[in-house]
């Protein structure tokens, strides 16, 4: 059974502060990974992709990979009340095309 | 442009009954996807389309379910005999083709079985 492991949270932190966002995988042969922001009543909404080890940085937003320890983390820079919202992380495993959800962390930015 | 779309956006049927549930992707998206959400959990796969025929339907819970994509773009996803256990978020998404393309997700259909 592939599994994505994340903490429910809440995790909760103040305007202005970096918010950090954890996920690990069971599956070794996961290629791609996402994180997708969640609004209570919507949709998920692609944030960040990433496909290989290191950082990628797409402005406030920083996604990070360690294949090796099988972990990918989110980070967000100067937090606002409006990323307060659940973040999904997604990952796709060897099929390539089907994603498997973690059950999502609840972020609150506290102005 | 405009993005994945699905009607209804809210969906109350009796237990029993039968159910149609549209998706339209993103234009020029060859892939596309179906997903169930339940309340606080991630999405969980059901089927995946590549062009017309069901690439991969094995998320499918059970036979009451079935999805069709006949023309390789709207796919529709039907449920027969509803349980209110179907009660769900139901999203569909599209990517531009298969592999690991990114997945863009509709706005989804909330089904209700009382």
């Known amino acids: 059974q592939k599994e994505v492991e994340q903490n429910s949270g809440p995790l909760s932190v103040p305007e202005g502060a970096i918010a950090s966002l954890n996920c690990t995988y069971s599956?070794?042969?996961?290629?791609?990974f996402f994180w997708y922001r969640q609004y209570s009543g919507k949709s998920p909404e692609l944030i960040m992709s990433i496909y290989s080890n290191g950082d990628k940085e797409d402005g406030r937003f920083t996604a990070q990979l360690n294949k090796a320890s099988q972990y990918v983390s989110l980070l967000i820079r100067d937090s606002q009340p409006s990323d307060s919202a659940t973040y999904l992380c997604a990952v796709n495993g060897g099929s390539n095309y089907k994603l498997t959800f973690g059950k999502g962390t609840l972020l609150t930015v506290n102005p | 442009g405009a993005g994945v779309s699905q009607t209804p956006s809210n969906k109350v049927t009796e237990k029993g009954k039968y159910v149609e549930l549209r998706c339209d992707p993103i234009?020029?998206?060859?892939?596309l996807y179906w997903y169930r959400q339940s309340l606080g959990q991630g999405p969980e796969f059901l089927i995946y389309?590549?062009?017309?025929?069901?690439?991969?339907d094995s998320g499918l819970p059970n036979d009451r379910f079935f999805a069709v994509r006949p023309e390789g773009s709207v796919s529709t996803l039907k449920i027969q005999r509803t349980e209110r256990g179907d009660s769900a978020v139901y999203l569909c998404?599209?990517?531009?083709?298969?592999?690991?393309?990114?997945?863009?997700f509709g706005p989804g259909t909330r089904l209700t079985v009382t």
């Open positions: 234009s020029g998206h060859t892939a």
């Open positions: 599956d070794r042969g996961s290629q791609s």
């Open positions: 998404a599209s990517s531009l083709t298969y592999g690991a393309d990114e997945q863009y």
């Open positions: 389309f590549q062009g017309t025929g069901a690439a991969d």
